[in-house]
């Protein structure tokens, strides 16, 4: 079965450092990538998203992720973090043939301090 | 741009009672729309895929009797929970695609439904 981890549950850093979140998933085939921002009290917001080309992806807000395909990684990248980007982020995958199905991370919780 | 609205926003019920969670698209037509469980700390779990105008398919594990979809319209899909127990007290979140649930389309989230079962 298809499944998607993420490395962190929690992380706590300080503005202007920068931020890297891993996502790793377990499946054979062809698959499309996502990142999602969940802003406290808010609903679920597309970041970016991989299908093909570029393997460097580039989203809002500055952030960006980088999908390996050898070692089955999509791992979200921004170089300096905003107090603003305190929120919850999901890695999310879905088969390239899966009718949109998406498999969720448990998601990462990032706090960002002044 | 794609618009996901959910109502209500929180329900509180009695145990046995049925409750109905409305997902609307706001400005586009949904062919397809997701339902998710989120747990509390936990991720969100696909419960059932409705395409308009058919019936919804549902993921393992989950009861079709119990979570009813019906997907009426291209912008408008409900989820009823029927004879609601404590253990049925969640976070549902509704999701929609502007297109066929193929390849290349995004979901667009609304904001939730926490749902208490008392």
């Known amino acids: 079965a298809q499944s998607v981890s993420q490395h962190n549950h929690h992380v706590i850093l300080s503005e202007a450092a920068s931020l890297e979140l891993g996502c790793n998933y377990s499946y054979g085939g062809t698959v499309n990538l996502f990142w999602y921002v969940q802003y406290p009290g808010q609903h679920l917001q597309l970041l970016l998203k991989y299908f093909s080309g570029d393997p460097l992806v580039k989203g809002i807000k500055g952030f960006e992720a980088e999908f390996i395909k050898s070692k089955f990684s999509f791992n979200l990248r921004k170089p300096s973090v905003q107090w603003s980007d305190t929120a919850e982020y999901f890695c999310?995958?879905?088969?390239?043939?899966?009718?949109?199905?998406?498999?969720f991370g448990a998601g990462t919780q990032v706090v960002v301090t002044p | 741009g794609a618009v996901v609205s959910q109502h209500p926003s929180w329900v509180i019920c009695k145990s046995g009672t049925s409750v109905k969670i409305e997902c609307r698209s706001l400005?586009?037509?949904?062919?397809?729309m997701f339902w998710y469980r989120q747990f509390p700390k936990q991720s969100l779990m696909l419960m059932a895929t409705s395409n308009e105008g058919s019936k919804a398919t549902y993921e393992q594990g989950v009861e079709k009797d119990k979570f009813l979809i019906n997907h009426a319209s291209l912008t408008l899909s409900t989820l009823t929970v029927t004879s609601a127990h404590p253990e049925d007290s969640s976070f549902y979140i509704c999701?929609?695609?502007?297109?066929?649930?193929?390849?290349?389309?995004?979901?667009?989230f609304g904001p939730g439904t926490r749902l208490l079962v008392l």
């Open positions: 999310a995958v879905t088969p390239a043939n899966s009718w949109g199905k998406l498999q």
């Open positions: 400005d586009f037509q949904a062919t397809t």
């Open positions: 999701s929609a695609t502007g297109g066929l649930a193929g390849v290349r389309e995004t979901q667009y």
